[in-house]
């Protein structure tokens, strides 16, 4: 079996839940580049030190970090930030007060951690890709583009793919995306979003990365708060622009069935510095709004 070539223990804290935290960097349980097995969590990723896996295993209370591949000693060194053990939650307990549903939340979930990649384009290439489609649309079109590129990923899991080189996605003519359930539009976004990569990576913050991403032709406020929330483990992103988190979050807080972005953004203003975590405790909740007429699986409606 491959010998890791970097490995750290990390304490995380009492209740601290290892599959909930990291299940947003994983599309599905077949994500080609990152997926949960037997209770490890293996996650493929470039760095700047080239490509790289890693694994996170919870043992005797501790969490096992351990790095395979060139980049290595990079995943190793975020570790704790992928798992999500540099989520800050200060002052989020006097906010989550104000409102007996999410103070509830907070209480049953406090073992849910939000991760920080600190890589931008993996995730911009999902968000692209989860524009305007059904989650089943998007999961297609990102697999096969992974896998179009396809370049097998270090460590002992197989198979796991990297994800694709920005650098050959921005070469790479719109109509190669097609057979993919991806239309010019989107490519486009993405080519475009590739070629402006190394920008990206080099932002400071979530908010310069907001910034920048919205200067992309293509890509809206939904898509930059899809990226920074994981890539920066932004606590306050809100993916305006949403077919369903307006009316979850109304329903949620206000007994309202329905509601607009205004309505929601109204509603999650107590709680600002941590609007995108009420979202990700009322998605763990697993708290939906009724459904009237035909069940709607649009990801991304208004704004991309």
């Given at each position: 079996m491959t010998a890791p070539a970097a490995r750290r223990t990390l304490r995380p804290p009492a209740g601290y839940r290892l599959a909930a935290s990291?299940?947003?960097?994983?599309?599905?349980?077949?994500?080609?580049?990152?997926?949960?097995?037997?209770?490890?969590?293996?996650?493929a990723t470039r760095t700047p030190a080239g490509p790289a896996t890693l694994a996170l295993r919870p043992e005797a209370g501790e969490l096992i970090a351990e790095g395979y591949g060139p980049g290595a000693?990079?995943?190793?060194?975020?570790?704790?930030?992928?798992?999500?053990?540099?989520?800050?939650?200060a002052g989020f307990a006097e906010l989550a007060a104000a409102h007996p549903?999410?103070?509830?939340?907070?209480?049953?979930?406090?073992?849910?951690?939000?991760?920080?990649?600190?890589?931008?384009f993996p995730r911009v290439l999902r968000a692209v890709l989860?524009?305007?489609?059904?989650?089943?649309?998007?999961?297609?079109?990102?697999?096969?583009?992974?896998?179009h590129f396809r370049?097998?990923?270090?460590?002992?899991?197989?198979?796991?793919?990297?994800p694709p080189e920005p650098a050959a996605v921005a070469a790479t003519p719109y109509w190669v995306f097609h057979p993919f359930g991806v239309e010019q539009r989107r490519a486009d976004?993405?080519?475009?979003?590739?070629?402006?990569?190394?920008?990206?990576?080099?932002?400071?913050?979530?908010?310069?990365?907001?910034?920048?991403?919205?200067?992309?032709?293509?890509?809206?406020?939904?898509?930059?708060a899809e990226v920074v929330r994981v890539a920066y483990g932004d606590p306050d992103a809100v993916s305006v622009g949403d077919y369903h988190i307006p009316n979850t979050v109304a329903w949620a807080l206000a007994g309202e069935p329905r509601g607009d972005d205004a309505r929601m953004l109204a509603l999650l203003e107590p709680f600002r510095g941590h609007r995108g975590r009420v979202c990700l405790l009322l998605e763990a909740a697993?708290?939906?709004?009724?459904?009237?007429?035909?069940?709607?699986?649009i990801r991304s409606f208004a704004a991309y």
């Open positions: 990291v299940r947003g960097l994983t599309f599905s349980p077949y994500d080609p580049c990152a997926r949960i097995a037997a209770g490890t969590f293996w996650w000693d990079w995943v190793v060194d975020r570790a704790d930030a992928v798992a999500g053990l540099r989520d800050h939650l549903l999410i103070a509830r939340l907070a209480r049953e979930h406090h073992g849910l951690r939000m991760p920080a990649t600190g890589l931008v989860e524009q305007k489609v059904t989650g089943k649309e998007a999961y297609r079109a990102y697999a096969a583009t992974v896998r370049e097998p990923a270090p460590g002992p899991l197989q198979p796991l793919l990297l976004t993405l080519r475009r979003a590739a070629a402006v990569a190394d920008r990206l990576e080099r932002c400071a913050d979530a908010a310069e990365a907001t910034r920048r991403l919205t200067a992309i032709p293509g890509v809206g406020p939904w898509t930059a697993g708290i939906q709004a009724p459904r009237y007429g035909p069940r709607a699986t």
